[in-house]
T-cell receptor, first 113, second 117 residues
Framework: AQSVSQHNHHVILSEAASLELGCNYS??????LFWYVQYPGQHLQLLLK??????LVKGIKGFEAEFIKSKFSFNLRKPSVQWSDTAEYFC???????????FGTGTRLQVTL | NAGVMQNPRHLVRRRGQEARLRCSPM?????VYWYRQLPEEGLKFMVY????????ESGMPKERFSAEFPKEGPSILRIQQVVRGDSAAYFC???????????????FGSGTQLSVL
């Protein structure tokens, strides 16, 4: 079955540290991959997406993600995190199913001052 | 543009009662999706509706759960005879188009946290 795995459940970083959150997907065909962020008390927002083309995707707020087909991975990165990046981050895919997303379990990021 | 509006934000029910969760999509959006997030799990797709039609309900539990999106008014997710296991965050999303591209224009609400006592 199609699945998305996020291995880091809770990450604590100091401001200015670099961030990498792991995401692996299981489907081997055409992929549509997403990262969403949920700030405390707010709705899910799209950070970035990959459908095709350049495997290094730039998103909002300085985030980027790299699609590595051979590793079935789509890790999220940010060179220098800020306290305001404290949130929950969800990886998702829409592989082969037009109407629904499959989400990972999420990674809670806590950035300390 | 008010965004996707869900209400209530928090809903407390006793076992056996009914829960009704509302979702008003963004203006101009005629496609609505419901997702459920159980504790320590990711969001799981429940149902996809267009106005007056259920398109995909493959994620809906077979009993007690129903959803509608009438011609006028919000989409409603209804849970009858709630049990403790229904306690979760329920998210609604809307989009203006159908198909794989719809996920590019998918906007989420802030969710309804259902607690069953």
């Amino acid at each position: 079955a199609q699945s998305v795995s996020q291995h880091n459940h809770h990450v604590i970083l100091s401001e200015a540290a670099s961030l990498e959150l792991g995401c692996n997907y299981s489907y081997g065909g055409t992929v549509n991959l997403f990262w969403y962020v949920q700030y405390p008390g707010q709705h899910l927002q799209l950070l970035l997406k990959y459908f095709s083309g350049d495997p290094l995707v730039k998103g909002i707020k300085g985030f980027e993600a790299e699609f590595i087909k051979s590793k079935f991975s789509f890790n999220l990165r940010k060179p220098s995190v800020q306290w305001s990046d404290t949130a929950e981050y969800f990886c998702a895919d829409n592989t082969g199913t037009a109407s629904k997303l499959t989400f990972g379990t999420g990674t809670r990021l806590q950035v300390t001052l | 543009n008010a965004g996707v509006m869900q209400n209530p934000r928090h809903l407390v029910r006793r076992r056996g009662q009914e829960a009704r969760l509302r979702c008003s999509p963004m203006k101009g959006h005629s496609h609505v999706y419901w997702y459920r997030q159980l504790p320590e799990e990711g969001l799981k797709f429940m149902v996809y509706l267009q106005k007056e039609n259920i398109i995909d309900e493959s994620g809906m539990p077979k009993e007690r759960f129903s959803a509608e999106f009438p011609k006028e008014g919000p989409s409603i997710l209804r849970i009858q005879q709630v049990v403790r296991g229904d306690s979760a965050a329920y998210f609604c999303a809307s989009s203006p188009v159908r198909g794989s591209l719809s996920n590019e224009k998918l906007f989420f609400g802030s969710g309804t946290q259902l607690s069953v006592l």
